[in-house]
């Protein structure tokens, strides 16, 4: 997750994340991609606001999750906590900090599991099978139309989406204006005869997210037939992009910033910072064409002390509403489609998951990265090596 999860009121340096999926050895989340804030106004939470007029039989009990931290984490009390205690009798202590998998590990390999509940990230999740680190999710106390609707790729054996967000294509619209001929697709990013610019990409340090989509894109592979890379056709269309990139961005807000003071004219972006800073008068433009789509969803540390509790617990903050609550305090395009029907449309048009961007858009494959090759390393692991030896050549 990101790293502090405070949101962005104005361009600040931040703590250098750990890629995405984050392996840091296995990634922990990079938090500064959820800073960002809400362009347009608040809409008033009362429309959605949980009510319990007649409150189901209680359950005595307590319960103990991790919520990442900063205004994230306030954001889940409001949307999530609150209303959860009222309609269950539950307390529930609230931690406003991260889990990276390595500390889960820990947790459960030493019988020191204290969280019932953890926001688990797409890579993470990918290594629950191996790992053994998270328990199955029940999903027979969910309700066929909230469990139908949550995003197919977000919704695992181990954990249960709830935030998506995308890498996608931004340009500025002063070096590429209307009436002229504008990129539309990463091969077009690639094309600097047609398009010519300053270009940045996200590094490909981390392993589990890099440039490598884009790259086979760029090189003309069907979206559908991305996975499993071809780690080699990957560089060898990297070697054609890379003489044309000025940085390769590490952190969220150092692709804002370059974005900002327009250094660069094509860009990979988070869709958050790139929405941040549009909303802000900036003359930039999104293309949700082939988004690369990432997710954070919920689960439970093996062992959990209250796992029936935290069952309940996520299914209860996946369902529609508590998304729509949610994503009108921290914007990050909901997991559950039905959420779009309880916000408004011009909100619901600046997230990744917005239905209209979907077809477009590509879900990252955290199984592949995820993957042990004959020499017990991982895809992540293997990209990683592979990059830190290219990117000094």
């Known amino acids: 997750m990101p790293e502090t999860k405070a949101v962005c009121l104005k361009l600040r340096k931040e703590k250098k994340p750990v890629s995405g999926g984050k392996i840091e050895g296995e990634q922990t989340m990079s938090i500064d991609r959820r800073r960002f804030i809400q362009g347009t106004s608040a809409v008033a939470l009362g429309a959605i606001s949980y009510e319990t007029p007649h409150a189901a039989a209680k359950s005595p009990g307590e319960l103990t999750v991790a919520l990442n931290g900063g205004e994230y984490a306030k954001a889940c009390i409001e949307a999530y906590v609150k209303p959860f205690e009222a309609e269950t009798g ?213 062992g959990s002390p209250n796992g029936h509790n935290a069952q309940r617990f996520i299914e209860f903050i996946t369902r529609a509403d508590r998304q729509a609550a949610f994503v009108q305090l921290m914007p990050y395009g909901p997991a559950n489609r039905n959420a779009f029907k309880l916000i408004p449309k011009e909100l619901g048009r600046k997230f990744a998951s917005y239905p209209d961007y979907l077809a477009s858009s590509i879900p990252h494959n955290p199984k592949w990265y995820a993957e042990v090759g004959s020499d017990g390393a991982t895809n992540a692991e293997r990209l990683t090596q592979r990059w830190n030896e290219w990117v000094l050549q």
């Open 90 to 302: 539950i307390k529930v202590t609230s931690i406003s900090d991260e889990v990276s998998a390595s500390q889960l590990e820990l947790m459960v390999s030493t019988n020191s599991v204290s969280l019932d509940v953890i926001p688990v990230e797409s890579y993470m999740d990918a290594q629950a099978p191996k790992k053994g680190y998270l328990e199955k999710i029940d999903y027979s106390i969910y309700k066929k139309d909230e469990l139908d609707a949550i995003l197919d790729f977000t919704k695992t054996a181990y954990s249960v989406g709830s935030i998506v967000y995308a890498f996608c294509m931004v340009y500025n619209t002063e070096k590429f204006p209307a009436g002229k001929p504008r990129p539309a697709s990463w091969a077009e990013f690639w094309d600097v005869s047609e398009y010519p610019g300053v270009r940045t990409l996200v590094s490909g340090e981390g392993g589990s997210q890099g440039p490598w989509e884009q790259a086979l894109l760029a090189d003309g592979v069907p979206a559908d037939a991305i996975y499993p890379i071809d780690i080699d056709r990957v560089f060898a269309s990297l070697d054609k992009i890379k003489p044309h990139i000025r940085k390769w961005w590490t952190t969220g807000s150092e692709i804002q910033q370059m974005m900002h003071d327009k250094v660069v004219d094509l860009a990979e972006s988070y869709d958050g910072r790139a929405t941040v800073l549009r909303d802000g008068g900036a003359p930039i433009e999104i293309n949700r064409n082939q988004s690369l789509l990432t997710w954070e969803g919920w689960g439970i540390p093996k």
